[in-house]
Every structure is written in C-alpha cells, then in structure tokens.
C-alpha cells in the first residue's frame, strides 16, 4: 500500500529524506501524516523518524541549505525548515523509563523498538520517500476499521503517559467508527487508570479536550468518558447529555469547542481545563445564558454574534427545545444593534448612581421588547 500528496511530493521533502539516504540512514514519514493520508483526511504536521542521531540530522540538512531547529533534542528531535515546511526530524527511540509524565529514551536502530513505544497501532505506521508504507506492528487493518487501539498492553502504555487516556477518547472522535464502538480492552483500560489523570498538568488536559471537542462529533466519545469514570475525574459535575443534541443542531455550522464545553457544565470547568482569562469569561457568560430568557437578538446585542449563536444552540441543546425561527438572523441584528439612548438623553432627570440605574433599567426594557423600543418610547 502506498500514501501520496503534495505534501510528500514536495521537493524540499524529497530532499531531505534523500539527503539522510545517501548518508547512509534510513528516514520515514510517520504518525499523524501517514494516518491521515491513508484515511483520505488533510495532512497537517510531518513527522520524520530516522536511524540518524540529531546531530547527523542537522548536519545533514544543514548542508542541504536548510535550516535546524534544536526543538526537543534531549529526547531525539530537531525541526527542519524546508521550502517553508516544518519537518519534525526524531531518531529512532525506546523508552527506558516512564513516571505517566515523562520518559526517558535511548536512540534505537530498529524502527520496530521506535513503532513499539508509540500510543495506537494506526499511529504506528510508516513510509519511505516513495510512500510505500512500513507496518511494523499489524496497524493498517485497524486502521482500514478504524479501530482505535492502543500498541501492545493497554495497561502498559497508559501508565507509560496517563494523556494517553485522554487522546483514546480523542482519537475515537476524530477517527474512530461510531457503527463499532470503542476498542473494549483500551476503554477498560482508561477506567481503570482514571486516577492517573491527577498526575497530569491542568494545561496538557485542556489542550486535549480542545481537541476533542473540535471533533466533528464527540458526543459518542464523551459518554464513553462519562460512563468509564474519567469525565467526572477532570471535570466533576459535567453532564454530557446535552453535547448529543447540540451536534444535531450545530448542523451545517462549524464545531466550536467552548460551546460545547458550555452545555457539559462542570465544576470551576475554567480552571479545571486552564482556560483563559477570555476564555473563561466567555465560558460564564454563555453558561448564564442558558437558562435565561433573552431572545436571539438580545443575546446577539449582549454577547455577540459568535457568542450569542453559541448560547442560542446550548440553550436549545440543554433545554431540549427547538431553535426559535429566524434566530440566526435575529442573532445578527442584535449584534449589528446600537441601544438609541445615551446617558444625556437622562442627565436632565436623573443623577450620580441613579443616572446608571436608569440607564440600566431602560437598556432592560430595550432587551426586553426584543430591541425594538424606539428612542422616543425609552425617553417616554
């Protein structure tokens, strides 16, 4: 079997595995690359993996005009910047310690020992510069299922690396088959090691639910989370029944992850995930939303446009209710809204602290007639 794209067409590429060849090493597309140009999808990073030790790497690609940077090379990898392409260069690795952080490596020179200390089988697959793909391990009919499965022993790769539960979930949405289900003995595995995740830095478990909930649905793969301990482990108090309806009614929309972690609710969700201070503000002020009772077009003027859709499909969603008619359009007149009275237009009546209630109240009045209260009935 054979990969291609423009991405292993690249002249620059080509070069650079050519150059590693002619020096005697071996050099192979892996990963994120090889699996999605398998599984027809957008290729994004490329991952090179090779016998060559970092300071061959660099030397050699160096020497070819390229330029090298010194990205991860206690553990084996340099980026090569080529024909304006990121090439993310690791030499042949096998773990000789691992604490469910970190590891510890040493270089190998067999591509099985550097397939063997990966995550899932169908992030275990290689290919030469021609694209004839390398399967050390038996990935490809997993992938061909679309069958998440961890390399090996389950047990033993999650406790390698307690993210891995993280990304088995993750994976599944992104490229697992919902007809099939969950690999049984990985989700096992990731109930049983759920307290691992206390191990794990607050940033690294946001930066993989971001991901998993930019999936094109990751409903299925969150009720798995729910089901097998490990949603209530990194986010207590999260109900994942909304997040089902919310994809249908994001329908030809594209996905938005904090609005999907709006409807799960949660306890303290922003600091639990290490949001920012404008993502967790976004994140309250959408979750007070859906339970209130502005229209479209208020929440459009209140929030925004981006922010008031969102509130719109959680509302909905949690509420199990349907979209009111019109609401994108709604939406979008109140945000393009201007509220027709100013303070002065109240300075001859009120003042100080009375001044900002009244203009306060009026506003409320404004929301209320779903802004369309003219100046003149506001003054009246």
Request: one cysteine or more; charged letters at 25%; aromatic letters at 6%.
């Amino acid at each position: 079997m054979k990969v291609s794209g423009p991405w292993l067409d690249h002249p620059e590429t080509q070069a650079l595995c050519l150059s590693l060849e002619r020096g005697g090493y071996r050099a192979f597309f892996v990963g994120g690359c090889v699996r999605n140009a398998l599984m027809g999808l957008p290729v994004g990073d490329i991952d090179i993996a090779t016998d060559a030790h970092p300071e061959t790497v660099s030397r050699i690609a160096e020497s070819c005009g390229f330029r090298v940077v010194p990205t991860g090379i206690d553990h084996g990898t340099v980026t090569v910047i080529a024909g304006g392409l990121a090439h993310e260069v690791t030499t042949f690795r096998r773990d000789v310690k691992t604490d469910g952080r970190h590891a510890t490596v040493a270089f190998s020179h067999h591509v099985e020992e550097d397939a063997g200390r990966r995550d899932f089988t169908m992030n275990a697959l290689y290919a030469d510069r021609t694209g004839t793909v390398i399967d050390p391990l038996g990935g490809l009919p997993d992938l061909v299922a679309r069958k998440v499965r961890f390399v090996g022993d389950a047990n033993a790769r999650i406790v390698e690396d307690f993210l891995r539960i993280l990304r088995f979930f993750r994976f599944y949405a992104h490229y697992g088959d919902p007809n099939t289900g969950m690999d049984a003995e990985g989700l096992a595995a990731c109930a049983e090691n759920s307290a691992g995740l206390d191990k794990l830095s607050r940033e690294r478990i946001g930066a993989e639910m971001r991901k998993l909930f930019a999936a094109p649905d990751p409903a299925p793969a969150v009720a798995s989370m729910n089901s097998a301990g490990v949603l209530p482990q990194i986010l207590p108090g999260a109900d994942p029944r909304g997040l089902a309806p919310l994809v249908h009614l994001e329908s030809d929309l594209p996905p938005r992850w904090l609005r999907r972690l709006a409807v799960l609710g949660g306890d303290d969700a922003a600091a639990r995930l290490r949001l920012s201070r404008q993502e967790a503000s976004d994140l309250r002020a959408l979750q007070g939303q859906i339970g209130g009772l502005l229209s479209p077009a208020a929440l459009g003027f209140t929030l925004g446009e981006a922010l008031g859709t969102d509130a719109v499909l959680a509302r909905a969603a949690v509420m199990e209710s349907p979209l009111p008619a019109d609401w994108a359009r709604d939406v979008a007149r109140g945000a393009a809204a201007i509220f027709p009275i100013r303070a002065s237009d109240l300075m001859d009546r009120f003042q100080g602290p009375a001044l900002g209630a009244a203009l306060k109240a009026a506003q409320q009045r404004w929301l209320a007639s779903n802004l369309t209260l003219t100046r003149d009935q506001l003054l009246a």
